[in-house]
């Protein structure tokens, strides 16, 4: 029996079962490959450090003539890279690309990238290097293309680290340089939105050291370092470098805090958000194909009627009726694995695309495999459940549930349109003619959540974006004036006074005289900075206690309190190279940026407190605080009078603070919560207008009994648009508020796990528009049903009735 219907419903259906198999396609592929994709984009920092002999930690001493030979021979110490400092200049390249020349060590036994096109380069060659995986596409130029690479002549280098004078142009040796390569690794890696970099050969450093640095040997050089594993090994190392270098002021960064986790971390989000991104997509496959499902179910019931008045049985009539809908769920199954792989190519997305060590198609057995199960099983379920409603409801004499909305405003007396139009909103009915009204009441809240929800967290990454002081920049621009102590104390004065002369300019409302320099505190070395104001001090953006105002008080960062587990009240003792002290902790709060802390570590102290601690300095420079609405070019000529009022201040030029990394990555992002928002939007209207095409089928029996009554056709459109009204206010009512928690719970989310100063978002526009947007769209999808229900055949209808 079930064969024979079979093949003559597939000749009169095929149609609506190729649909309904292509809706089971696109709705499957969608969460299969957000599934796949949230899995390949959280393992993709692991699976990067796994095949690459990454770094552990970066050692910065930045001091000319150091010797890393005793850093290598420490016990746990397994490779070592160094670089010098020096300048390298790619001719016709764009962006500020990075650019990277190490010792043989490094893509050998430390850093050792994935090749994603071509080869490593030979070490012994100097024409050849490989590029990160941004460069391609950023700078127009791959594999087996030439490059021109210019070096700094040996005079060059010690006149900058002498002197301080940049120079405009390389004039050192010129290297035609071939692409040999695409790689990627940890360190070897691309910023969001990057210009890519070039790694050279080993070859290149060996041939023109002097190049780097420089003929006397004056520039610094610093190192990357990979340990042998085990709990605890960056501070194990960073107290052995003190001990065989007598010096206690060498930065280690712990690249297992500083970048991994932080990948870790942003991958780890993405990955919530595609997994929730999945979990709606199936909610909006749930409403949307059960409503198709539902519908092919109920006709191919309809049909039966007169063979089951023959003796067909419910039990064969249930089997019928699901017979089409497996098969359609089964074909549409195969087609979304097969669209999921194709998918794949443009996954993992965010920031776990720069640390994907597989880029392109990728096919996940787990997820591709379970969605190739369970999808024809819930639609082969779907149907069993909407036959059986279907079966039941041809019999079903129950009174349908009332709507509270509805009947207040048949109570109020409120025109004939508006009640009958609240009733089909809000009121499933009965028997055959019954409506399932709250898929489209919930596809309504959801759509308009999920809008507000984005734009609220938009909102956010916007604020970010337009206040840096949430990330701890508050100043505007940087004067650096002094390096690694070579001037000693001569520098104070004279870089005092002209501090004193950049905070005299109007526009300017104050400048701080921050030194720097890292103190040891027996867990982990600490980058110092001073707070010492010229005019008005820096608004520090303190999130716990106050900023320090007397010696030995200091202020850290959220990252340096939770290393050094110290709170408010508590007391660190820090050993700088004049002296050692126990410092009470006043505060936590975001650090203004100097070349060796991040603004989540650090401390801030007074002058005084650091006088103690130090004898000289690693950085100094002025944070200059402009005005609000001031910028560089306002008062640019202003700054550089004012500086060349100081002897040497004229080759002292301010320099604009960029901002931290997180902008960028923030920005990466947000295109999650977008896409959300536009796929719930589209299940919103989805519901609607199916809700509304359905009421003017399913209930033209009850608008043809009125209009014979009297109900006039501008009456019968008035119904459908009071229902599609109903239906988008019920979603703006708890989808607004709904929509400001969620954005607002996620963006606070973000902002701990970023950090950053929590502001909570506003979307004003968004809330002031979405009222009448959601209003507009609701009565636009009215238009053709509402058409339909005044132009019906009021005899025809009643005759078939």
Request: charged content about 20%; overall charge negative; cysteine-free.
């Amino acid at each position: 029996m079930t064969a024979a219907w079979l093949r003559v419903d597939l000749r009169r259906r095929w149609r609506s079962l190729l649909v309904l198999a292509l809706l089971v396609a696109v709705a499957a592929a969608t969460v299969m490959t957000a599934l796949a994709g949230a899995r390949r984009g959280e393992t993709a920092v692991d699976r990067l450090v796994q095949r690459t002999l990454p770094a552990t930690a970066v050692v910065l001493p930045n001091s000319a003539g150091f010797d890393w030979d005793p850093v290598r021979r420490l016990p746990s110490v397994e490779a070592l890279a160094v670089w010098p400092l020096g300048q390298v200049e790619v001719a016709g390249s764009t962006g500020d690309p990075d650019t990277w020349v190490m010792d043989e060590a490094a893509l050998r036994d430390i850093e050792r990238p994935v090749v994603l096109d071509g080869r490593l380069p030979d070490p012994d060659r100097l024409d050849e290097a490989v590029v990160t995986a941004a460069w391609p596409d950023a700078q127009g130029s791959g594999v087996g293309d030439s490059i021109d690479v210019r070096l700094l002549s040996p005079e060059a280098v010690d006149l900058y680290h002498l002197e301080q004078a940049e120079p405009e142009v390389a004039t050192g040796p010129r290297l035609d340089v071939t692409i040999v390569g695409v790689v990627r690794s940890p360190w070897f890696s691309d910023a969001p939105d990057g210009a890519g970099g070039v790694v050279l050969s080993p070859a290149v450093l060996a041939a023109y050291p002097e190049s780097f640095y420089g003929a006397q040997n004056t520039a610094r050089s610093n190192a990357l370092v990979r340990l042998a594993p085990g709990p605890g090994a960056t501070e194990r190392f960073a107290g052995e470098l003190a001990a065989a270098t007598g010096r206690s002021d060498i930065d280690v960064w712990d690249l297992g805090e500083v970048i991994h986790a932080r990948q870790r971390d942003l991958t780890a989000f993405e990955a919530a958000g595609l997994r929730v991104f999945a979990l709606v997509a199936a909610a909006a496959a749930v409403v949307l194909v059960g409503q198709a499902v539902a519908r092919n179910t109920a006709a191919t019931v309809n049909d039966l009627r007169v063979l089951q008045a023959l003796g067909l049985t419910p039990g064969q009539a249930l089997r019928v009726a699901v017979t089409g809908p497996a098969l359609a769920a089964t074909a549409g199954a195969l087609l979304a694995v097969a669209g999921a792989v194709v998918a794949s190519r443009w996954f993992p997305i965010g920031a776990a695309a720069p640390a994907e060590p597989d880029p392109g198609f990728d096919a996940d057995s787990v997820v591709l495999g379970a969605g190739l199960v369970l999808t024809p099983a819930l639609v082969t379920l779907g149907a069993v459940l909407s036959a059986a409603a279907a079966l039941r409801a041809a019999d079903s004499a129950a009174p349908g549930r009332r709507s509270v909305v509805a009947t207040a405003a048949a109570r109020a007396g409120l025109p004939v349109a508006a009640v009958v139009g609240a009733r089909f909103a809000l009121e499933p009915g009965r028997g055959r003619r019954a409506l399932p009204v709250r898929p489209a009441l919930a596809g309504a809240v959801f759509g308009v959540l999920g809008v507000i929800a984005a734009f609220t967290f938009s909102d956010g990454v916007d604020d970010v974006a337009a206040h840096p002081e949430r990330l701890g920049v508050v100043h505007d621009l940087t004067l650096y004036v002094g390096l690694d102590g070579q001037d000693g104390e001569d520098v104070l004065p004279a870089a005092r006074e002209l501090f004193t002369a950049v905070a005299g300019v109007d526009g300017v409302r104050g400048v701080n005289d921050t030194r720097s320099a890292v103190a040891e505190t027996g867990a982990r070395p600490l980058a110092v900075l001073t707070s010492d104001p010229v005019g008005e001090p820096l608004d520090v953006v303190v999130t716990e206690g106050r900023r320090p105002e007397a010696a030995g008080e200091i202020m850290l960062g959220p990252d340096s309190a939770r290393q050094l587990d110290a709170g408010v009240g508590d007391t660190i003792e820090l050993t700088g190279t004049a002296g050692q002290d126990g410092l009470t902790v006043v505060g936590v709060g975001l650090m203004p940026e100097l070349s060796h802390n991040r603004y989540t570590d650090g401390g801030l102290v007074t002058a005084a407190t650091y006088d103690g601690l130090f004898d000289g300095f690693r950085f100094h420079a002025g944070f200059v605080d402009l005005e609000p609405g001031v910028t560089l070019d306002d008062i640019g000529q202003e700054l550089a009078e004012a500086a060349a009022t100081v002897p040497g201040g004229e080759n002292v030029a301010p320099e604009p603070v960029e901002p931290p990394s997180p902008v960028a990555e923030l920005a990466s992002i947000r295109e999650l919560p977008v896409i959300l928002a536009a796929f719930l939007a589209v299940l919103a209207l989805g519901a609607v207008g199916h809700a509304l095409a359905t009421a003017v089928r399913r209930r033209r029996h009850e608008m043809a009994v009125l209009r014979a009554v009297g109900m006039t056709r501008p009456q019968s459109r008035a119904v459908v648009a009071t229902q599609a009204s109903v239906l988008a206010l019920a979603g703006l009512v708890a989808g607004v508020p709904l929509g400001v928690a969620l954005g607002r719970v996620v963006w606070r989310y973000v902002a701990e796990t970023t950090p950053l100063f929590y502001v909570p978002p506003v979307a004003a526009t968004a809330l002031a528009l979405v009222v009448p947007a959601a209003l507009v769209a609701a009565n636009l999808l009215a238009a053709w049903p509402s058409h339909r229900a005044a132009s019906m055949r009021v005899g025809s209808v009643l005759r078939a009735e």
